[in-house]
């Protein structure tokens, strides 16, 4: 009840978390970009790629000419295919040769920072090798906890497939029961982002508590004295379960819970579901801070925090006496709820919303319970050939009529509302905005009105604020998407774009939602275009030579097409302020010395250090 106290304590925690996410991001070794030989080990399962298979590793060591050292972090390896490598296991111990280059993001505004993320997961380099630059390979005779449940993954999965699941049904069970999204089709993810049931393809807090409840129900005659037993039961399945999923934030967000509330009834004082959400919060941060920014994590507790404080007196504006209607009318509610919990976060992130989202929920989720149910007891009843073959029966025909359900609503006019999106703050204003009219509807607390009202009005400001400053400034782009030129002359509101692309490329399509920009014409940026703004001449050509630079005579030239033709540039009066490679360049290509010096700086290479952007 001290106010003081209070205030100081939440500082503490505050500081406490910032210097514990600096030693986390600080504690990986910084590689130096040569060829090194580096002891590391396998995270996990080799996941293929069209010419290669990504390995993730963790390092251990790194041996030079002053000896063997320790080294921290992970590091990401592409190996090109060979059957060899298939043969990995989480956990196997190599020994390779390889040049670690830094991971770096594309730079488009407005992107998703892949680089941070990677680095958040304790990944800052990545590396290409072959099957040669493996030195040594040793298995360990006992392995980790975690890499023990990846190899039991493996072999669930390799359950369904003996059970007759496969294809695309084996892809999508793999998914919804033990976590490995790696076999997916991009098209199966498309159709479940546009019919708005995305969750239930990643293992999540709606899979624990799922199996919780079947777990507490089929062990229902373990009762009174008995009771104790019940719930260490549950909760050493349930932990089992997300181990073998590879604890991710929502899983261990619901174990965590459902842990902290059964251990509330062990001893006789029941906890509060809120309180037990954000303990579960506290202690994921505290494992690793940089939680916080995964996500999943967002999305989950967003989701079930919604979900606590606002489904029961929802739920209970309308009794409905038939137990049909009663379900649907739960779900519903559910889904609404979660919805509004994750809207603003949906939109920034993935800049769409889908349409049909309460109708899905009702009907796929339903049936997801069931893949679930079906798929965990698979395992369990394995050696009972007849009765396991009778679940995969099932749960083939469950997984199609999923499938088939959520392909269906993906192809519904208008099932996803695309285009939009909003910078961070935004979006923290209207999480808060549809916080407090959500307690004010269901609740009927008019008081907080004028709480309501100061919010929209801050997030009106920001939003004219920025509106102002795009509509203020002009920009040169050049995107960085792989395998094209992509150029932007941004003027106020209004971008031009110059394209080798036919359709409009997602780096693209994310700057125009998040900012509100508007497309004026789209023009081919195969053929030489001379373009003046703010009194700055811009090039763009697949060649330039000294009789093209002294007719235009550019201050900026773009270069296009995978290797650029460079004639003879000596002899002119003025040349260009800024060179510029884009995307489209080959991975070999490099300008000569002689020709770079001539333009008196260092071209800027688009593919290597990510989009440029210039004001105008």
């Not at 002053?66 to 390896?77: C, P, W």
């Not at 190599?94 to 920072?113: M, Q, S, Y």
């Not at 010096?597 to 593919?607: G, S």
Request: hydrophobic share 45%; proline share 4%; net charge positive.
């Amino acid at each position: 009840m001290n106010i003081l106290f209070g205030f100081i304590m939440t500082l503490a925690l505050i500081l406490c978390g910032h210097l514990m996410y600096s030693h986390e991001k600080n504690r990986i070794t910084i590689l130096e970009q040569k060829k090194s030989k580096i002891i590391c080990t396998v995270s996990d399962f080799p996941e293929e790629r069209e010419n290669s298979y990504r390995v993730k590793v963790r390092l251990a060591a790194v041996s030079d000419s002053d000896g063997i050292k320790r080294i921290a972090g992970s590091m990401l390896l592409y190996i090109r295919k060979d059957s060899s490598v298939t043969d990995l296991l989480p956990g196997d111990i190599l020994k390779i040769v390889c040049i670690p280059a830094v991971i770096t993001a594309r730079g488009n505004p407005c992107e998703f920072d892949y680089r941070s993320y990677m680095e958040n997961h304790g990944i800052k380099f990545m590396s290409f090798i072959s099957k040669h630059d493996i030195l040594g390979r040793i298995v360990p005779e006992n392995r980790r906890i975690v890499h023990r449940a990846l190899i039991i993954r493996e072999r669930i999965i390799e359950m369904y497939r003996n059970r007759g699941i496969t294809g695309r049904n084996l892809a999508l069970v793999a998914a919804m029961t033990v976590g490995e999204k790696t076999m997916l089709e991009p098209e199966q993810k498309e159709n479940f982002r546009k019919a708005g049931v995305m969750h239930i393809m990643a293992v999540s807090g709606l899979h624990a508590m799922v199996l919780s409840l079947f777990v507490f129900n089929i062990l229902f005659f373990l009762k009174r004295r008995f009771n104790i037993l019940r719930i260490i039961l549950a909760i050493s399945i349930l932990w089992a379960f997300a181990f073998v999923t590879g604890l991710t934030p929502s899983v261990m967000r619901a174990t965590l819970m459902f842990s902290f509330i059964q251990a509330g009834s062990l001893m006789k004082r029941p906890a509060n579901s809120l309180n037990s959400v954000l303990s579960s919060a506290f202690v994921l941060i505290l494992i690793r801070p940089s939680v916080i920014f995964d996500t999943g994590f967002l999305l989950s507790y967003s989701a079930v925090i919604f979900i606590i404080a606002f489904y029961r007196n929802l739920y209970i504006r309308l009794q409905l006496k038939n137990w049909l209607a009663d379900k649907v009318w739960q779900s519903v509610v559910v889904a609404f709820v979660a919805q509004a919990g994750t809207f603003p976060l949906t939109v920034m992130l993935f800049n769409r919303f889908p349409a049909y989202f309460l109708i899905t929920n009702v009907i796929i989720v339903p049936l997801s319970s069931l893949i679930i149910i079906t798929g965990c007891m698979i395992p369990l009843l394995y050696p009972l050939v007849f009765l396991s073959g009778f679940l995969g029966t099932t749960l083939n025909y469950l997984t199609s009529i999923t499938e088939f359900l959520t392909e269906t609503a993906a192809s519904l006019p208008g099932s996803t509302i695309g285009g939009i999106g909003m910078p961070v703050i935004e979006c923290i204003l209207l999480t808060l905005i549809i916080t407090i009219l959500c307690y004010i509807l269901i609740n009927n607390q008019l008081r907080l009105v004028k709480y309501l009202l100061t919010l929209v009005l801050m997030s009106a400001l920001v939003t004219s604020l920025r509106d102002i400053s795009v509509r203020r400034t002009n920009e040169l782009i050049v995107y960085n998407s792989p395998g094209a030129t992509v150029v932007g002359i941004r003027t106020g509101k209004i971008l031009n774009l110059y394209s080798t692309e036919a359709n409009m490329p997602d780096e693209v399509m994310r700057h125009i939602s998040t900012l509100s920009l508007k497309v004026e014409k789209t023009l081919p940026a195969n053929e030489t275009t001379c373009i003046e703004i703010s009194g700055r001449r811009i090039l763009i050509s697949g060649s330039v030579g000294s009789k093209l630079l002294s007719s235009v005579s550019p201050e900026i030239v773009i270069l296009t097409g995978p290797r650029p033709l460079i004639k003879d540039c000596s002899g002119l009066h003025k040349y260009p302020e800024m060179l510029i490679l884009s995307s489209e360049t080959a991975s070999g290509f490099s300008l000569s010395d002689e020709f770079s010096f001539l333009f008196n700086k260092t071209p800027f290479n688009v593919r290597k250090s990510g989009a440029f952007i210039m004001s105008l």
